[in-house]
């Protein structure tokens, strides 16, 4: 990676996956990393073999910790679990792992020896009704990029995506992130933001609540949703009418906390119908924006909604806007 | 500002602190920005209406009936609160509003010209609301009529579509019938004549009050009052403005992503509406306007979401892209190309 012209980024740092956005030659590029470990026994001939096959790990005393995407493989064919560093969209406090695994992802993505990176970093927004529970999560990201020596700021998530998917109404509209953990919301106008929270459910609430009812692994639960759901249609299994099922349980929650919110809260008075935008890894099958819109029509919504749009590309959407917010201010 | 980025940071520049915090209401700064940053919005140009715009002429045309019969359909009585129909139908009439005065743009197939101005609608698209479903049966009778009152006024409010047939096969008239609603937004269809982009004017649009159920046959998701009143509402709509069967087509059809430029942003009837029982051919089996007409790419979802009645249709939409691009001495990339931007055309226009 050529960091001469790729110094500014922007990285999302989700529960489910890590994504770097940088800026080649005008172009955003991505990398993305499952935010996940699985711990190896050690031994001489397994960390040559990891490394001849560019697996990312690290070592920790008698243990090796495959890192990334290749964890699940790892984690199957030990007959073991992998680990998630982060929770609910912030850093488990109860992974004891979870910091330094957290940065060996984010360093294996971001080559050492170049100039320092400056970048904008995603935070979620605090949960509606609920404690902030996020100055632990902010400030050991902000200690570990300092350490690092990089210059960093935090972005919350919904703007991100207001910030990446809005231009075309001056950055004034409702971005939406379904993430692994969260759902964050963020009402911006004018790029400001009016108004920002998350809902405490994610990809990893329908995982957990499906493999409660099936029986099935939530892994195995995972990688079905993620390969071959879709609303609408017509499924096969009871597995797809129960991860629809959960789905709606999302798609509720957070139509009823946009609702709540933008109910209480005095808004900027916007003077024409704003659009929604829909990101993020959950908000990924097909049907999703139609099942989220008709859903959204049914209740009586305190915004008059322009649209309800997909973003371009849900996958990276938070991390091309944490880099559009670097480049615009860095 | 013609750059987005500068204007983001225009707007940023004029008002934003340092560093944004993750923080829960933000209730001062949009003042702010409002008043400094309102000159940064740039305005969008439009195109006037009377614009012509030349397009392709296509070589080939997908055939497609245009013998049909229509019915003979006429109104019995009229009050202030309903209309009734020599069909049975009765159509509830009061508290229906106005959407924009119906006006849209068609491209001839014959010459490849696209024309404005057209007000008689020529196609009807099949919607489903989505909406809160109660059981139904008649321990949950209040929650039905709830449910079905909030509905209408719902999508008056929003002047979603030009009916709206509750779970009791009640027809409410949600938007009058020479005005347009915003049913299908960024869609297409064509019969052997015309083509259509936008259809929101061009096109009448009915929902049906329910959820649709996974895996679910349509005889089971719509109740059998709906399917008796869908039918008579199509009868009498066709023969009021004498729309052609392959014209009556579902939302999963016609809708195209903004986004992806693919076929099946909506998936409203995707694969199990009953055309039989609306007194219509298998439209299922039409190859996908979007697709063949107007370049419009298609993928493995929208294969999977609708089902193999649309199979057919979708392999025909290739076929005929391809002869139309062949015909027209051009790449299918290059064919799919231009098409595209007469459709974008005719829908800024529009």
């Given at each position: 990676m050529a960091l001469e012209t790729r110094t500014v980024l922007g990285l999302d740092v989700g529960t489910s996956r890590i994504v770097l956005a940088s800026q080649s030659n005008g172009a955003f590029q991505y990398e993305s990393m499952l935010n996940a470990f699985v711990k190896v026994p050690y031994s001489k001939m397994t960390e040559n073999s990891l490394r001849r096959v560019g697996v990312s790990f690290t070592t920790r005393g008698e243990e090796l910790m495959v890192l990334g995407d290749e964890a699940p493989q790892f984690a199957d064919l030990l007959g073991a679990e992998t680990a998630r560093p982060m929770t609910l969209g912030v850093?488990?406090?109860?992974?004891?792992?979870a910091v330094p695994v957290v940065r060996s992802i984010i360093e294996s993505m971001v080559p050492v020896g170049e100039r320092k990176p400056k970048l904008y970093f995603s935070v979620p927004a605090a949960p509606l009704n609920g404690e902030e529970a996020l100055t632990y999560h902010e400030a050991t990201l902000r200690q570990m990029f300092g350490e690092l020596g990089w210059e960093c700021r935090g972005i919350n998530e919904g703007l991100a995506v207001v910030y990446s998917e809005l231009e075309d109404t001056n950055y004034t509209g409702i971005g939406v992130s379904f993430g692994g953990g969260l759902c964050n919301v963020a009402l911006a106008y004018l790029s400001m933001p009016a108004i920002s929270f998350s809902i405490p459910k994610g990809g990893d609430f329908i995982d957990a609540s499906a493999a409660a009812v099936t029986g099935d692994l939530a892994n195995r639960i995972r990688i079905t949703k993620e390969q071959d759901f879709h609303f609408n249609g017509h499924y096969v299994d009871q597995l797809h009418q129960v991860l629809t099922v959960y789905y709606d349980d999302v798609i509720q929650a957070v139509i009823a906390g946009m609702k709540d919110a933008f109910t209480r809260t005095k808004l900027p008075k916007l003077t024409k119908a704003v659009p929604m935008v829909l990101s993020g890894g959950t908000a990924c099958p097909p049907g999703f924006r139609d099942r989220f819109e008709k859903a959204l029509k049914s209740t009586d919504f305190p915004v008059v909604v322009s649209e309800v749009r997909m973003a371009k590309d849900p996958l990276h959407t938070t991390a091309k806007g944490a880099l559009i917010a670097a480049l615009t201010e860095m | 500002m013609a750059d987005p980025m500068e204007r983001l940071r225009y707007l940023r520049a004029a008002s934003v602190p340092t560093v944004i915090r993750p923080v829960r209401v933000i209730q001062r700064r949009w003042k702010i920005a409002a008043a400094t940053g309102v000159m940064a919005i740039v305005a969008i140009p439009y195109y006037q209406s009377s614009m012509v715009v030349e397009a392709s002429k296509p070589a080939v045309t997908v055939q497609r009936s245009l013998q049909d019969q229509w019915p003979d359909i006429w109104m019995v009585d009229q009050s202030e609160t309903a209309e009734s129909y020599s069909n049975g139908l009765r159509i509830e009439i009061e508290g229906a509003v106005h959407g924009p005065r119906r006006s849209y743009v068609w491209l001839d197939q014959a010459t490849g010209k696209v024309h404005t101005g057209g007000t008689v609608p020529v196609g009807i698209v099949y919607h489903t609301t989505e909406s809160h479903i109660a059981p139904f049966d008649r321990a949950h009778n209040g929650d039905l009529k709830a449910l079905g009152r909030g509905i209408l006024s719902y999508v008056r409010d929003d002047r979603s579509y030009h009916y709206l047939i509750d779970r009791f096969g009640r027809v409410h008239r949600?938007?009058?019938?020479q005005d347009a609603a915003g049913h299908a937004g960024y869609s297409a269809w064509a019969d052997s004549r015309r083509a259509y982009a936008g259809l929101n004017h061009s096109f009448l649009g009915i929902a049906f009050e329910l959820a649709t159920e996974p895996g679910a046959e349509s005889s089971s998701v719509a109740t059998p009052a709906q399917i008796r009143a869908a039918r008579e509402l199509t009868e009498m709509l066709r023969s009021r403005?004498?729309?052609?069967?392959?014209?009556?087509?579902t939302h999963a059809q016609v809708s195209i992503s903004?986004?992806?430029?693919?076929?099946?942003?909506h998936a409203d009837w995707?694969?199990?509406?009953p055309f039989a029982e609306m007194?219509?051919?298998?439209?299922?089996?039409l190859p996908i306007a979007g697709i063949y007409q107007f370049g419009f790419g298609w993928d493995h979802n929208y294969r999977t979401t609708t089902g193999a009645r649309v199979w057919p249709g979708l392999a025909l939409s290739g076929v005929e892209q391809q002869t139309r691009a062949r015909a027209q001495g051009l790449s299918v990339a290059a064919y799919r190309k231009n098409a595209q931007q007469v459709f974008k055309e005719m829908m800024e226009i529009q």
């Open positions: 850093l488990n406090p109860g992974e004891v792992e | 949600v938007v009058a019938e403005y004498q729309i052609l069967a392959v014209n009556c087509v903004k986004i992806t430029d693919r076929v099946g942003d995707a694969g199990n509406f007194g219509l051919p298998d439209n299922y089996g």
